[in-house]
């Protein structure tokens, strides 16, 4: 009979912890070997560390037999980009078994964002074996970001996922059925202490410290440089406006050097203590270490964890801005900044805006992912027109565009009485005609 491996694939430190407390936990079944494939998706990989290149990854190499690099394996291709044709797929399978040792096992596979590359191609590579996906962060909670393959999403036997939201449930890949598996708390909490206790060189940390967190999101074209140069400023006065006189700021590993340097500059004019951090360590890390009297972000997964597993005190900076930027409205970052918009309070607003009742903030994310994904969630309509119709108002528009509810022929786009023209043949090709004549006369 032949020997079961599991080839587990992380792109992130925090994605690595996560495997490591599931391993712990007995979240996989039994195997012969496992080994951690290490997938760099950075813009460029060349000039970022590894997963097993970061500080604090030492504690968890023993959990595997070997680590591999998904980036070698495929060298000179980005791990993003690249994916086998069709054709090549059985001779790619043979050359990495050669590469990896893998002879005629039984392959199994565990991946992240199955949606998109590499964890697609990797799929692809292995077509027979069966796949397991885990959620690194909070994009689980919403659709799967586009229409998955049947070949490979039949093939996902369950998502495992930290309870960042606790009662709610991911709605990723329900389209296949795929049930949802929470990982214990516990053991995500104590591989993070053994990741911190790991990492070295850490400057000395002030207590009682406002913890500022950059995400970089200038480098996914949701915010100019601008925009995320003054969004860094406004958390830092916000912090300050709280009465915090001391800011610790970590930016985003790959985020450049001048956001520092300007909230250096804001810093000596509000009379802050502040301290950069250069080393790129996780943000779980420097709750354990320091225990931050604050936490601020826009809609970072450490902003969750911060408050579901260590209880401290949390803000958000920017949501509202952010949600209206992101495009198309498919953007599978809108359902995270959703939690952090509707969930956490406001860093400028303190606790003057009204919170979305928690007890509506399933239908709300059903909701929002019916209108991302209509064609991929058709059964989720019933819920988003009910949700539409009795609950929005001036707190729930925001997550709403009015041309996607009107494409869709929900409540909240055009009146009622015309709802008819969205699903309407005839009053689109009227429509569409009279666009065409409107440029021809332009042209003339």
Not at 86 to 102: C, T
């Amino acid at each position: 009979m032949p020997r079961t491996t599991q080839i587990l694939c992380a792109s992130t430190l925090y994605g690595a912890a996560t495997l490591a407390a599931a391993l712990d936990a007995g979240c996989f079944p039994a195997a012969d070997r496992r080994l951690l494939l290490v997938c760099n998706n950075t813009t460029t990989p060349e000039t970022t560390p590894a997963v097993d290149e970061m500080p604090g990854f030492a504690p968890l190499r023993d959990r595997f037999d070997a680590v591999l690099s998904w980036n070698e394996a495929i060298s000179p291709f980005h791990p993003g980009a690249w994916a086998p044709r069709a054709d090549d797929a059985p001779l790619l399978e043979r050359y990495l078994r050669m590469l990896w040792g893998l002879g005629e096992d039984r392959v199994e596979i565990v991946v992240e964002s199955i949606q998109v590359n590499p964890a697609q191609a990797i799929a692809q590579v292995f077509p027979g074996a069966p796949v397991e996906v885990y959620a690194d962060g909070l994009m689980s909670y919403g659709p799967t970001r586009n229409k998955l393959d049947p070949l490979i999403g039949t093939r996902v036997r369950r998502l495992l996922h930290l309870d960042l939201v606790p009662g709610l449930v991911p709605l990723l890949l329900t389209e296949f059925g795929v049930p949802a598996q929470t990982v214990p708390a516990s053991g995500f909490l104590k591989v993070l202490g053994e990741i911190g206790e790991a990492v070295e060189g850490l400057p000395a940390l002030p207590d009682d410290s406002a913890l500022l967190l950059g995400q970089y999101l200038s480098a996914l074209d949701i915010l100019t440089v601008e925009e995320e140069e003054d969004l860094h400023v406004r958390m830092m006065r916000g912090a300050v406006a709280r009465g915090h006189r001391s800011v610790v700021f970590k930016p985003h590993p790959t985020a450049p050097a001048r956001y520092s340097r300007i909230l250096e500059a804001e810093a000596a004019k509000l009379g802050v203590d502040l301290t950069v951090l250069d080393t790129p360590v996780l943000a779980e890390v420097l709750f354990a270490r320091a225990r931050p009297a604050l936490v601020v972000g826009c809609f970072s997964t450490a902003l969750f964890t911060a408050s579901a597993f260590y209880d401290l005190p949390v803000a958000r900076i920017g949501t509202e801005r952010l949600m209206d930027r992101l495009t198309p409205y498919q953007n599978s970052n809108r359902v995270p900044a959703l939690l952090a918009d509707a969930l956490l309070p406001d860093l400028e607003d303190g606790e003057g805006e009204t919170r979305v009742p928690e007890e509506s903030l399933t239908d709300l994310v059903r909701t929002v992912g019916y209108v991302m994904q209509a064609q991929i969630h058709p059964s989720l309509r019933p819920v988003a027109e009910e949700y539409l119709r009795t609950r929005l108002g001036p707190r729930t528009k925001r997550y709403f565009k009015r041309r996607r509810l009107t494409a869709l022929g929900l409540p909240g786009g055009i009146p009622e009485r015309l709802s008819f023209i969205p699903r309407n043949s005839t009053a689109r090709r009227v429509v569409r005609r009279a666009r065409a004549m409107r440029k021809a006369v332009k042209r003339a």
